[in-house]
């Protein structure tokens, strides 16, 4: 069962045709195998008890899926099975060949009002994928990739299933824009250049600057 999934997301990968405005990415779509994504969409009711962070307006809750109760089973032992593949189908892209350590894989939960400031991800980090996963039927959630400061150079749009791979580094500037709708759930892989951090709390709470 798994190796269906995790062959269906691969491919999904590197049939992807790479753009480079504006800058290098993979703009993903049908990401997950429909079963899998299923799955995925029956258990978006997220447990989030005490998990709430407000910072300069903006509310970010951050679920890991690996320290999750019993119905995120499904998708610890899938993502276990999927990080190595992952990995090694990643770092086989011309625009996205460094060494990575580990994948984190988060659960984003972005609550009525909350945005993603324009900034870079942080330094451990070497490449950063996300899925889109509900968003109550707005598109407009989605991430903005800028040309720099003053420019907004493409809005990739808010589709369930869909998403984008970015390389960081000083240019990789992107930004979310205000969530107007009730929630937004995403799924975010993100490509670690250094040793696994400990992630020992059930449910973290995370600076909305990933």
């Known amino acids: 069962m798994w190796e269906k999934y995790i062959d269906h997301s691969i491919a999904c990968i590197l049939n992807t ?8 990415h993979l703009h993903v779509k049908n990401f997950y195998h429909e079963e899998l ?5 029956d258990n978006t009711n997220w447990d989030t008890t005490n998990t ?11 679920v890991n899926p690996l320290d999750q109760t019993e119905k995120w089973d499904f998708f610890r ?19 996205a060949n460094k060494e990575h350590h580990n994948i984190e894989t988060e659960l984003l939960y972005d609550c009525t009002g909350g945005r993603q400031v324009l900034h870079v991800d ?12 509900c968003s109550g039927g707005d598109t407009t959630c989605g991430t903005t990739l800028h040309r720099n400061e003053n420019d907004p150079g493409k809005l990739i749009e808010f589709v369930p ?12 500037l992107h930004s979310a824009p205000e969530i107007k709708c009730s929630n937004r759930y995403s799924i975010m892989h993100k490509f670690n250049c250094g040793p696994k951090r400990v992630r020992s709390l059930i449910l973290q709470k995370e600076n909305v600057k990933n």
Not at 17 to 24: F, I, L, R, T
Not at 52 to 62: F, K
Not at 124 to 130: E, G, Q, R
Not at 162 to 168: H, K
């Open 17 to 24: 045709k790479a753009s480079v405005e504006p800058y290098w």
């Open 37 to 41: 994504f299923e799955q995925i969409l």
């Open 52 to 62: 709430l962070v407000t910072r300069r307006g903006n509310t970010r809750i951050v």
């Open 77 to 95: 032992e899938y993502s276990l099975k999927f990080h190595s593949k992952l990995i090694e189908t990643v770092q086989s892209l011309p625009g």
């Open 122 to 133: 942080r330094p451990y980090i070497n490449v950063s994928l996300m899925i889109f996963i």
């Open 161 to 172: 299933n869909t998403g984008w791979l970015i390389v960081n580094g000083p240019h990789a």
